[in-house]
T-cell receptor, first 113, second 112 residues
């Protein structure tokens, strides 16, 4: 069974640009969550999607957006990048029941210069 | 509001000794509690969870965790540490329908 796939693995962008990150969950999983991981802030929750609907949203500015497609694949977009957006972005999938643990992807390492 | 705290940034133990990584939580309802481990340059891996039932939960790689409702704690334990257990450990809490929130992480170092 394939795991959670995040693409790309590494990304270097310039301040002011925008970026789109992709996440393909485990087959059959209907829930996808996104987290930002930085050394100083730890794991910060961004979004949770279930069956194409945003179920929860974290405290990030409107520059951060996401969506989920009918095949459960998810994308997140960050516009007008800032240096502080440099982080490891992690995607996690689950079957959708809130008592289930997450399966995480390896993440996308975004560096903003 | 839900929150989780890991009071120790770093835990050092000798190989073969028991280990404990501490976690306390705060939720308004009945919590779902989780432990994850992260190795360098990787995503998090699920270790174990507590939803309901027995307070002692057994998970992967010989780890277990004890749920204590009165102390609002969910400490991770292992009877005999291995050098390969060295990693970053995260406690997480979920108070449905809210999202899963993670602690700041505890770096475990097991020395030979």
């Amino acid at each position: 069974k394939a795991g959670v796939t995040q693409t790309p693995r590494y990304l270097i962008k310039t301040r002011g640009q925008q970026v789109t990150l992709s996440c393909s969950p485990i087959s059959g999983h209907r829930s996808v969550s996104w987290y930002q991981q930085t050394p100083g802030q730890g794991l910060q929750f961004l979004f949770e999607y279930f069956s194409e609907t945003q179920r929860n949203k974290g405290n990030f500015p409107g520059r951060f957006s996401g969506r989920q497609f009918s095949n459960s694949r998810s994308e997140m977009n960050v516009s007008t990048l800032e240096l502080g957006d440099s982080a490891l972005y992690l995607c996690a999938s689950s079957s959708g029941g809130q008592g289930y643990g997450y399966t995480f992807g390896s993440g996308t390492r975004l560096t903003v210069v | 509001a839900q929150s989780v705290a890991q009071p120790e940034d770093q835990v050092n133990v000798a190989e073969g000794n028991p280990l404990t990584v501490k976690c306390t939580y705060s939720v308004s309802g009945n919590p779902y509690l989780f432990w994850y481990v992260q190795y360098p340059n990787r995503g998090l891996q699920f270790l174990l969870k507590y939803i309901t039932g027995d307070n002692l939960v057994k998970g992967s790689y010989g780890f277990e965790a004890e749920f204590n409702k009165s102390q609002t704690s969910f400490h991770l334990k292992k009877p005999s540490a291995l050098v390969s257990d060295s990693a970053l450990y995260f406690c997480a809490v979920r108070d449905p329908p809210n999202d899963m929130r993670f602690g700041a992480g505890t770096r475990l170092t097991v020395k030979p």
